[in-house]
C-alpha cells in the first residue's frame, strides 16, 4: 500500500468522529454479532452455542443488508440460519450432546487457543486498519448487490462455477449418505 | 583305438557313470546296479589294455590344451608310465572289487544310489590322479577324492560317530591340503609350468628356487592325505563309514595318492636333503607309533586302519630313501592286500555281529561259520606281516633293501642318517606288524565260547570278491618283483628282489613277533576263559551286512566305554604293551593334544570374538543408536494425536510468519 | 462508511473462529467455530465488492460459493462426526487420538476401540521394554 495515495484518499473523506448513521448501525450490530459469536464460542450450554450462532449469523445478514448486499443477506438468512444451523442441533442431538452445562466444553488447550487467537486478532486488526483507515465505501449510487445485479453477473459470467458446485453439492450429498449410512447396512451390500 | 584314447576312457568311465547314477538313482532305480559296477568293470579292464599296451615302453605323453590360462599353462595332460600304468590296474581291480561286494554288503540300503554313485566318482578322481601329467589336473583329482571321502565316511549320518568322522577327515585332511596347493603354486611359479615332466626336468636342472620349502609345503599335503604323522588322526576315525569305502578309499587308493604324488616328483625331494631328513622322520614315528596303537585297538576296523597308516609309512620311508620303485612296489602289493583285509572284515564283522575283538574272543566258531574269511584273511594278515613267499614279504623286503642301501650311503642325494632312521624304524614295525596281525587273527577266528549265532551264509558277492583279491595277495609279490624295474624304468642295475641280510632280519623279526603274540594270547586265555565281556548286535539272520556294522560302530562306545578300544583284561596287547597300552589305544592321545593345541584356543578365541562383538562393539552401536533414540521420544511427546494441539502449532507459526511479514514490510 | 469497519469486524469473528476451532472439544462446536470464520470471510468479499464496484460482483459470487461449499462442508463434517460418535462413542476431538505415536510398537493403530484412553498406561511401558529388548 502506498502511503501517498491513502493519505490523499484520506483527504477527501470524513474522518470516524463524525460518523452516519449507517456506520453507527453497523457498528453496533458489529457489537451485537461479535458478542453473540464469543458467546457461541465460550458458552458451557452446547444448545445455547447453537442458539447464539443463529444471533450472530443474523447478525452478520443484517450488516450484508447495510453493505447493501441483499440478495446476499437473504442467502445468508436462508440457509446459514435456516439449513446449517437446524443441521448442528440435529447433529448435537445425535450425538447426545448433554443439555445444559457442561463444564468440560472447552479441552486442554484453551489458553494456547487464547494466545494464537489473541496474537492473530492483534496483528489482523493493527494490519487492517493500517491499511484500510482511510478507505471510504461509497454506498451511493447503483446498488451494488440487488437481486437482479447478482443473478445477472451469476447466470452471465460466473455459470461455470456455478455448475461445477452443484456438482459439489451433489458430491457432498452422496458422500454424507455414504457416510452417515450404519454399518450393519454397508455389510449387506459387500 | 589309439593308446591315448584309452587312457582318456579309463578315468572317464567311471565318471560318467557316477554322473548317470547319480541322476537316476531316484527315478530308475533298475538301472543304478548295472550303472555302478558297469563302467568301473570296464574301466578295469581298459587300464588292464592300457597297461599291456603301454607295457615297458618309454612314457607316453599327451596333451590338450582347453583354454589360455595366462603365464602358467594348465593342460589336460596324460602321462603315462609304469608306475601310473600299474597303478591304474590295481584302482580299477580294487574299485570293482569293492562294487561288486557293495552289491551285497549294501543291498538294502535306501543310500545305495548316492554311495554307489560317489563311489564312482571317487574311482575317476583316482584315474585322473594317476593318469594326469598336470598338476592342476592332479590337484582336482586330489579335491573330488577329498570330498567323495568326506560323503562316503559320513554315509551313516544318523549316526554321531560317522557325522564326526566324516568332518574330522576333511577339515584334517584340508588342513594338510592347503599348503599342498600354495606348494604347488610355487612349484608351478618356479618351473613355469603344471606339466609334471616339466617341473621334474625344472628340478633336473636345478631351476627350483626353494625347493625345501616346496617339499615340505607338498609334504603337508602328503601327510594329511596319507594319514602320515602328525595329520593321522583322521584315519582310525574314518572307520565309521561302510567297510567297502574303508577298503577302497581309506587302504587302497586315496591314501596311496600322496605317496604316489612324491613318488612322481621325487626328485623335487631329492634335490632337497631336509625334506628327506623330515619325510623320513614322519614315516618312522608313523611306523612305530601306528604299530603300537594297532595293538591296542578292539574295534577290527581300527586296527586296520592304524596298520595302513604303518603300511604307509613303509612307503613313505621308501620315498625318504630315494627309491620310489620300492615304494610303488609296496604300494601295489599293499593295496591289493589290504582291500582283501577290509573286506574280509566286513564279513567278520556281519557274522559276529559286533567290531570288537574283544567280543569275538569270546565266541566259538566264527571261524568254521566264514571259511573264506578266515583262509583269505589269513593269507593276507601274512603277507601284511611281510612272511614269505607272500606279495608283502616281496614289497615289505624291497623297501627294507633300499633302506639298507641307503644307510650304506651308497643312494646318491640321500643322506646315510635318513637310511638309518628308516630301515631301524622298518625293521622295528616289522616286529610289531607281526605281532598285531597275529593278535588280529587269534582274536577274531581262535576265540573260545558260545558258539557264533548263525547270520546265514555270506553272500556270493561278498566271499567271491575276497578270492578274486587273495589272488593278488599271494602271488603278486613274487611273480612280479623280477618284471618290475623293466616297467618302472630307471637304472636297471638294482631288482626290487630280496637280498639275504634284510630278508632274514625282516622276516626273523617278523616271526619274533608272530610268537611273541600267540605265547601272549596263549598266556591270557585263562583270563579270558574268566571274563566273558562283548555284546553283539541283534539283527534278523538276513539284514543287510551293512546294518549290523553300523549298530555294531554306534554302539561300541555305549558298550565298552570308548570307541577305539575296551577294558580287556585278556586282550594279548594289553600283556604286550604293557602301561604304553592306554595311551596306545587312544592313538597316544593325539586328538587330546590337538584339542588342547588348537581346538581350545580356537574356541576361545571364537569366545573372545563373541565377547567383543556382543559386549564391546555393541555397545558403541547401541550408544550411537541411543542419542537418536531419546531425540526420537522427545519428538514422539509432541505427537499426541490431538488435532487441535496441530492445528494451534500451525496457526501460531502462520501468525508468527504474518507478523514477521508486517514487521518486515 | 469506513472500510475499517467490516474489516475489523470480519477479523475480530475470525479470531473469534479461530479460538472455538482450537479450545472447543466438541466436535460440533468445532464446526460452528468453523462456520463463523466462513461468515467472517464472507464479511470481507462482501465489503470488499461493494468498495470496489466491481463489475462482475465476484465477491458476491464468491459469497455465494462460500456459503453453498459450507453447507456441503456441515452436511460432510456432521455425517464424519457421526460416524466417529457412532463408532467411538464420543465426539470430543481431543480424545480422538489414534494419529499419535505410541510410545511402543502395538500390534496396530487402526481399530482400536479405546483409541482415547489413556496413552500412557501400563500396556505402552510394556511394550517399550519388549522394543528395548528386541532392538
Not at chain 2, 440 to 464: I, Y
Request: hydrophobic share 55%.
Amino acid at each position: 500500500m502506498n502511503p501517498g495515495t491513502v493519505l490523499a484518499a484520506a483527504a477527501h473523506h470524513p474522518g470516524f468522529l463524525s460518523p452516519t448513521g449507517v456506520e453507527i448501525t453497523f457498528v453496533l450490530v458489529g457489537l451485537a454479532t461479535l458478542g453473540a459469536a464469543l458467546l457461541t464460542v465460550t458458552t458451557k450450554q452446547l444448545v445455547h452455542a447453537a442458539l447464539w450462532l443463529v444471533v450472530a449469523l443474523g447478525g452478520l445478514a443484517v450488516e450484508y443488508l447495510l453493505l447493501t448486499a441483499e440478495f446476499i443477506a437473504w442467502v445468508q438468512v436462508l440457509i446459514y440460519v435456516g439449513s446449517v444451523v437446524v443441521l448442528l442441533l440435529f447433529g448435537l442431538m445425535l450425538t447426545k450432546a448433554p443439555i445444559g452445562r457442561s463444564p468440560d466444553a472447552d479441552s486442554g488447550n484453551r489458553w494456547v487457543a487464547v494466545g494464537v487467537a489473541g496474537a492473530a486478532a492483534v496483528t489482523l486488526v493493527w494490519v487492517v486498519v493500517d491499511a484500510f483507515r482511510s478507505t471510504w465505501i461509497n454506498l451511493h449510487g447503483a446498488v451494488q448487490g440487488t437481486s437482479h445485479a447478482t443473478g445477472t453477473s451469476l447466470f452471465r459470467h460466473w455459470v461455470l462455477p456455478f455448475e461445477a458446485l452443484s456438482v459439489l453439492l451433489l458430491a457432498a450429498l452422496v458422500g454424507a449418505i455414504v457416510l452417515s449410512r450404519r454399518t450393519d447396512g454397508g455389510k449387506e451390500t459387500e | 583305438m589309439t593308446l591315448t584314447a584309452l587312457a582318456a576312457l579309463v578315468p572317464l568311465l567311471p565318471f560318467l557313470g557316477a554322473a548317470a547314477g547319480l541322476l537316476l538313482g531316484r527315478s530308475a532305480p533298475g538301472f543304478v546296479r548295472p550303472l555302478a559296477v558297469l563302467p568301473t568293470a570296464a574301466s578295469f579292464v581298459l587300464a588292464a589294455v592300457v597297461a599291456a599296451r603301454q607295457g615297458t615302453g618309454a612314457p607316453t605323453d599327451a596333451a590338450h590344451r582347453l583354454a589360455t590360462t595366462g603365464s602358467v599353462p594348465v593342460d589336460l595332460a596324460l602321462h603315462l608310465d609304469g608306475f601310473s600304468v600299474l597303478i591304474a590296474v590295481l584302482v580299477g581291480l580294487v574299485a570293482t572289487c569293492v562294487q561288486v561286494y557293495s552289491l551285497a554288503y549294501l543291498r538294502d540300503d535306501p543310500r545305495y544310489p548316492s554311495y554307489a554313485g560317489l563311489v564312482s566318482l571317487f574311482t575317476a578322481a583316482m584315474l585322473l590322479v594317476v593318469y594326469t601329467g598336470d598338476l592342476m589336473v592332479l590337484l582336482v583329482g586330489w579335491e573330488v577324492m577329498g570330498i567323495c571321502s568326506y560323503f562316503l565316511v559320513g554315509h551313516y549320518w544318523e549316526t554321531e560317530t560317522a557325522r564326526a568322522a566324516s568332518i574330522k577327515a576333511f577339515l584334517v585332511t584340508k588342513l594338510g591340503d592347503v599348503p599342498f596347493l600354495i606348494g604347488v603354486f610355487a612349484l608351478g611359479a618356479d618351473a613355469g609350468t603344471f606339466r609334471i615332466n616339466g617341473i621334474l626336468a625344472a628340478a633336473a636342472d636345478g631351476r627350483l628356487h626353494h625347493p625345501t620349502v616346496v617339499a615340505l609345503l607338498l609334504l603337508a599335503g602328503v601327510a594329511g592325505k596319507s594319514a602320515q604323522f602328525p595329520l593321522h588322526t583322521w584315519l582310525p576315525d574314518a572307520m565309521a563309514g561302510p567297510t567297502p569305502v574303508s577298503a577302497l578309499i581309506h587302504a587302497a587308493t586315496m591314501v596311496a595318492a600322496g605317496i604316489y604324488l612324491v613318488a612322481r616328483l621325487l626328485p623335487v625331494f631329492t634335490a632337497s636333503a631336509a625334506a628327506l631328513a623330515v619325510l623320513a622322520a614322519m614315516a618312522a614315528v608313523t611306523m612305530i607309533g601306528s604299530g603300537l596303537a594297532a595293538l591296542a585297538q578292539d574295534d577290527i576296523k581300527r586296527v586296520l586302519a592304524y596298520s595302513t597308516i604303518g603300511q604307509l609309512g613303509y612307503m613313505a620311508g621308501a620315498l625318504a630313501v630315494g627309491d620310489r620303485r620300492a615304494a610303488v612296489f609296496h604300494l601295489l602289493s599293499h593295496g591289493a592286500f589290504k582291500a582283501l583285509l577290509f573286506l574280509g572284515a566286513g564279513v567278520v564283522i556281519h557274522a559276529a555281529g559286533t567290531n570288537s575283538l574283544t567280543a569275538m574272543s569270546r565266541m566259538g566258531g566264527l571261524g568254521r561259520r566264514i571259511p573264506d574269511a578266515l583262509w583269505t584273511m589269513g593269507l593276507s594278515l601274512a603277507s601284511l606281516a611281510a612272511l614269505p613267499p607272500l606279495s608283502g614279504f616281496f614289497s615289505k623286503e624291497s623297501v627294507l633293501r633300499a633302506a639298507e642301501h641307503a644307510s650304506a650311503g651308497d643312494t646318491a642325494h640321500v643322506p646315510s642318517a635318513v637310511g638309518w632312521t628308516v630301515l631301524v624304524a622298518a625293521l622295528v614295525t616289522a616286529v610289531l606288524t607281526g605281532a598285531y596281525a597275529t593278535r588280529l587273527f587269534l582274536l577274531a577266528f581262535r576265540g573260545s565260547g558260545p558258539e557264533v549265532p548263525d547270520h546265514g551264509r555270506q553272500p556270493l558277492a561278498m566271499t567271491t570278491v575276497l578270492w578274486v583279491l587273495a589272488l593278488p595277495t599271494v602271488a603278486f609279490g613274487g611273480l612280479t618283483y623280477r618284471e618290475l624295474p623293466h616297467w618302472f624304468g630307471g637304472p636297471s642295475g638294482d631288482g626290487l628282489g630280496p637280498v639275504l641280510t634284510t630278508s632274514v632280519l625282516g622276516t626273523g623279526l617278523a616271526a619274533v613277533g608272530v610268537l611273541v603274540a600267540y605265547a601272549a594270547w596263549q598266556g591270557t586265555a585263562a583270563i579270558r576263559g574268566a571274563n566273558p565281556i562283548g555284546a553283539v548286535v541283534a539283527e534278523p539272520a538276513d539284514a543287510e551286512p551293512a546294518l549290523v556294522e553300523a549298530e555294531a560302530i554306534d554302539t561300541h562306545a555305549e558298550v565298552y566305554g570308548d570307541v577305539a578300544s575296551a577294558e580287556d583284561l585278556g586282550d594279548p596287547g594289553r600283556l604286550l604293551l604293557g602301561p604304553l597300552h592306554r595311551s596306545a589305544a587312544h592313538g597316544f592321545h593325539l586328538d587330546a593334544v590337538y584339542g588342547v593345541l588348537f581346538v581350545r584356543p580356537v574356541l576361545a578365541a571364537a569366545s573372545l570374538v563373541r565377547f567383543l562383538d556382543r559386549d564391546v562393539v555393541e555397545t558403541y552401536v547401541k550408544g550411537a543408536g541411543g542419542t537418536p533414540k531419546l531425540l526420537g521420544a522427545a519428538v514422539r511427546k509432541a505427537q499426541t494425536g490431538n488435532v487441535q494441539t496441530y492445528l494451534g502449532a500451525l496457526l501460531a507459526g502462520a501468525v508468527v510468519l504474518a507478523v514477521i511479514v508486517a514487521v518486515g514490510a | 462508511m469506513h472500510l475499517a469497519y467490516p474489516a475489523v469486524l470480519a477479523a475480530l469473528l475470525f479470531c473469534v473462529g479461530v479460538y472455538g476451532v482450537l479450545a472447543r472439544r466438541n466436535a460440533i462446536l468445532v464446526l460452528m467455530s468453523v462456520e463463523l470464520m466462513l461468515n467472517a470471510v464472507n464479511l470481507n468479499l462482501v465489503a470488499f465488492d461493494v468498495w470496489l464496484r466491481d463489475t462482475l460482483h465476484a465477491g458476491q459470487a464468491l459469497t455465494l460459493f462460500t456459503i453453498t461449499i459450507a453447507a456441503a462442508e456441515i452436511g460432510l463434517g456432521l455425517a464424519i462426526v457421526l460416524l466417529v460418535y457412532r463408532n467411538r462413542g464420543s465426539s470430543d476431538i481431543d480424545r480422538l487420538t489414534a494419529l499419535a505415536d505410541p510410545a511402543g510398537p502395538r500390534g496396530d493403530g487402526t481399530g482400536r476401540p479405546g483409541a482415547g484412553e489413556d496413552p500412557d498406561g501400563p500396556g505402552t511401558t510394556a511394550g517399550d521394554e519388549k522394543a528395548e529388548a528386541t532392538a
